[in-house]
């Protein structure tokens, strides 16, 4: 899957306002980054590299995974697949959003 169909798929989940107001930066490591701006609205997700509030890092295929409900995100981290890096509380409040 293509990052663009990422961002995509997260605006579509997401919406206009998600009601996170933060920033939130997932590191796909080789496949890229992208940056959900949560502080303004409409909310704004683009392929970037900016700092943020909250890093999550994990696979590209993870990532769908957990997006389609196949990955709980606490069983990611336990498990080391998802690496959380900054505000613990943002990536708390995204997990409900992805459902």
Not at 5 to 34: R, S
Not at 75 to 89: R, V
């Amino acid at each position: 899957m293509s990052l663009d169909a990422v961002i995509a798929g997260l605006q579509e989940k997401v919406g206009e306002d998600c009601g996170l107001g933060a920033t939130l930066k997932f590191d796909f490591g080789d496949d890229g980054t992208l940056v959900l701006d949560a502080t303004q609205v409409p909310n704004v997700i683009s392929a970037s590299d900016a700092e943020t509030q909250c890093t999550m890092a994990i696979s590209l295929a993870d990532f769908m995974e957990m997006a389609e409900g196949r990955l709980d995100g606490t069983m990611a981290f336990m498990s080391g697949k998802l690496k959380i890096q900054g505000d613990m509380g943002i990536a708390m409040k995204l997990a409900p959003l992805l459902r």
